[in-house]
Structure formats: C-alpha cells, structure tokens
C-alpha cells in the first residue's frame, strides 16, 4: 500500500506521515525533500510556484510511487497534489505529463483505472483559517504563511472519481492517522 497525503501547506502533511510511519513502519518520502533548491527559494520569497516549477518534481515523486510498485513494498508520500493532473503525473508519470503539456482532459488518460487500488490519495481537509494560523504558529518552515491563499485557490479538491480519502485536520493528528488506518479496510467509508 502506498499512501499520498495531500492538501495545502500547512494542513499537517508530514506531522501525520510521522506518525503514521511510527504506527504501520512504512519509510516517508518527503516532497519538500524532492523540489530544486530554485523552487525551494521561490516559495521562501513568497513566489508560489507554477505549473511548470513543478512538472519536474512531481515527476520524481512518480518515480518513487514505481519503485516502490515495482519492489512490491508499501510507503508514504507527503504532497501537497494540489491539482488533478497532478495527481495524474503523480500516478501515471510521463503518460500524465504528456496530457499535461497538451492540456487535454486528464480523465482520458489511457482510459486507466484511476487511481490504481494500492496506491491512496488522502486529503487532509482544513479551512484556510485554521492553516493560516498553524503556519504562523509554525517556525523554521521556508514556506511563508503568505503563501497559503495561493494555496487554495490552485487547490482543486478531490472528486468522487478519485476514490480519496478524506480527513478533517480539525481532529487530533492520532485520531487523523486511527482513521486513516482503519481505513485501508473501508476505503471510501471513512470521512
Ligand atoms: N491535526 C492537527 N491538529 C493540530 N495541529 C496540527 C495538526 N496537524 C498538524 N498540525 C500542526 O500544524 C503545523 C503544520 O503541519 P505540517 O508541517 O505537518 O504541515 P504540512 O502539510 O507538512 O506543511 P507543508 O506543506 O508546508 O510542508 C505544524 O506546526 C503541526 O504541528
Ligand atoms: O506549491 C506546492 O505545490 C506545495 O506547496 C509544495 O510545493 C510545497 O512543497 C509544500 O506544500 C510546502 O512545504
């Protein structure tokens, strides 16, 4: 099983995948750790980045989805994803990136199931309030608080099709990972 989690800055990405990883042993890769030092100081002058700074590392992240895949062995990803073909170069790689750079419609993709069954999408879902306020709360972070509105108005939620789970970050983090856990039996019952 792979785990994505997703959402904006700041809605708990990697706090819940540290802690998920302490319940179930599975290894992160972190996405902050997979951007260009470029896209990183970008974000740290308060520039949100474009479609095209992050072509590149969402490929990376694909490449580690595959590996994984291919080694039969289960992980976690922290993302933020936050467009649908996104999500699409995510799991499909260079397929996706293709339908990207033509802007067709990502649902078409090689008329794939989407999103393959052992790779899960979760939401982690806030209002822009309360992750206004987690980022100022938080410190030695290169993503600027400022840059949460961005944030939401590039994110393009999940939709049914997808086949995501979704969280509400206003619960306790523990109670966020339980969740997430029980549901890798009950995939789309738990919201
Ligand atoms: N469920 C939660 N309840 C309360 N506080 C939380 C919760 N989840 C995360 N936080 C806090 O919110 C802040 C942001 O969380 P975190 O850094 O994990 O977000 P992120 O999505 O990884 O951010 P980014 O995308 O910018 O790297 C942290 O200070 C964290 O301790
Ligand atoms: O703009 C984005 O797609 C995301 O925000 C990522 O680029 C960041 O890595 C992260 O969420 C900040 O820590």
Redesign the pocket.
Known sequence: MIVILM?V????????AQLLSDKVGWPIAEA?DYHTPENKAKMARGIPLEDQDRLPWLLALHQVIQRWLDEGSSGII?C?SLKKIYREIILNGNVGAEDFAEDKNPSRINGAAFPPQNVKFVY?KGDKETIAQ??Q??TG?F?PPSLVESQFQTLEEPTEDENCIIMD?A???DR?VEKIIHSFDNIGTVT
Not at 9 to 16: L, Y
Request: aromatic share 0%.
């Open positions: 959402g800055c700041g809605c708990g990405k990697t706090t819940i902050d922290t933020s982690l987690r980022m709360m938080r972070h993503m970050i619960e306790p983090p966020i």
